[in-house]
């Protein structure tokens, strides 16, 4: 049982590139999300999934998509990369709305 | 939407003493409460929870209060110890079913 598992850990950027971020999870739980963690600021949402299907924004949507390719993964992409975008980023995912697991992150650098 | 706030941003401590973090919320909806915990390089994990209809709950070292009147809630650490050191996050689920996070307190204790 891996829990929550991102890929890649790192990755470096040029502006304008476009990346995405893989996230899977194998505890069979319904909702996956996505968040942003600068310093100071906290961990943001992007994203979330509350189920299968089903895609929601968060509270820092801009310049971000994502997919719910099936129960396990969730994926975010970057379409074209700003260097506002330099980010800690986190995918997390839960049974029911409550607990929130997290994944290891993926640190992610625009220039 | 909801808004979480979280004081000290950053505690430094003795080892042995014991630590205070609080955080206030604004949507007397918010009916979960959650606190992470994070240590370097790592994804936030879940140290203990509280429901709306619990004051109180303890595991071991950790308390967590809750206060539905004044919309505040806190995180008590006894006894720390230097594996204590880590950043905390706290966050409160409102009637969108999304956690609201805090933006982290740095403890650092001591040996």
């Known amino acids: 049982n891996a829990g929550v598992t991102q890929t890649p850990k790192f990755q470096v950027l040029k502006t304008g590139q476009s990346m995405t971020l893989q996230c899977a999870q194998d505890?069979?739980?319904?909702?996956m999300y996505w968040y942003r963690q600068d310093p100071g600021m906290g961990l943001r949402l992007i994203y979330y999934s509350a189920s299968e299907g089903t895609t929601d924004k968060g509270e820092v949507p801009n310049g971000y998509n994502v997919s719910r390719l099936n129960k396990r993964e969730f994926s975010l992409r970057l379409e074209s990369a700003a260097p506002s975008q330099t980010s800690v980023y986190f995918c997390a995912s839960s049974v029911s709305e409550e607990t929130q697991y997290f994944g290891p992150g993926t640190r992610l650098l625009v220039l | 939407g909801e808004n979480v706030e979280q004081h000290p941003s950053t505690l430094s401590v003795q080892e042995g003493d014991s630590a205070v973090i609080k955080c206030t919320y604004s949507?007397?909806?918010?009916?979960?409460f959650p606190w992470y915990k994070q240590e370097l390089g790592k994804g936030p994990q879940l140290i203990i929870d509280i429901r709306s209809n619990v004051g109180e709950k303890k595991d071991q070292r950790i308390a967590v209060t809750l206060n539905k009147t004044a919309k505040h809630f806190s995180l008590h650490i006894t006894e720390t110890q230097p594996e204590d050191s880590a950043v905390y996050f706290c966050a409160a689920r409102s009637s969108n079913y999304k956690l609201t996070f805090g933006k982290g307190t740095l403890l650092t204790v001591n040996p």
């Open positions: 505890m069979n739980h319904n909702s």
């Open positions: 949507d007397s909806a918010s009916n979960y």
